[in-house]
């Protein structure tokens, strides 16, 4: 997994010492139902997403915020589950919510889309966010991505509770276009 670098972020692999700053933004009621989770409830979650779900990905980064050395957030490039073409992704991110407005995941977004355009070549990217998640709406438009439209009643909370996805995606001519090589 490649380490990728911005002026004010680090986004590297994801490692058991993470626990602590994850579970320090996970827990709170605002920043994982935003992004299609439910709140952490203890260390020990924390740390099974950090081991069984976000190390053995090539494509799951740490956003380590270079001015304290903490992990602020999450991004990475998963399955698009909504599409069954090869070389296609879906980009996905949290941030906590100490370090909302601030343009960090704007930074952090563009430079994997860089790395997913330009070094991997990857075809097509896909985003997507709840309807009364503004931000992330503002970082996928910053972006460059293109609505597409709404999957109404699409996706399930382990909870119970049932959102609309508002969808976009990017192909990779559309980034060159937008971004240049």
Known sequence: M?????E???LRRWARGDVDDLYEYARL??????AGWLPHANREES???IVYGLMPSDYQWAIVLR???????????GEDKKRSVANAR???YSLSKHYWHRGLMTEAAL???????????????ACYHYEDNVASRRVIEKCGFSFEGVLRRCSQLANGVVHDDWCYSMTRDEYLHLHGG
């Open 2 to 6: 490649k380490t990728l670098g911005t």
């Open 8 to 10: 004010r972020l680090l």
């Open 29 to 34: 009621p605002d920043v994982g139902p935003h």
């Open 47 to 49: 740390l099974n997403v």
């Open 67 to 77: 001015e304290n050395q903490r992990v602020i957030g999450s991004i990475g490039l």
């Open 90 to 92: 879906a980009l996905g």
């Open 111 to 125: 430079r994997v889309l860089h790395y997913a355009f330009v070094d991997l070549q990857f075809a097509q990217l």
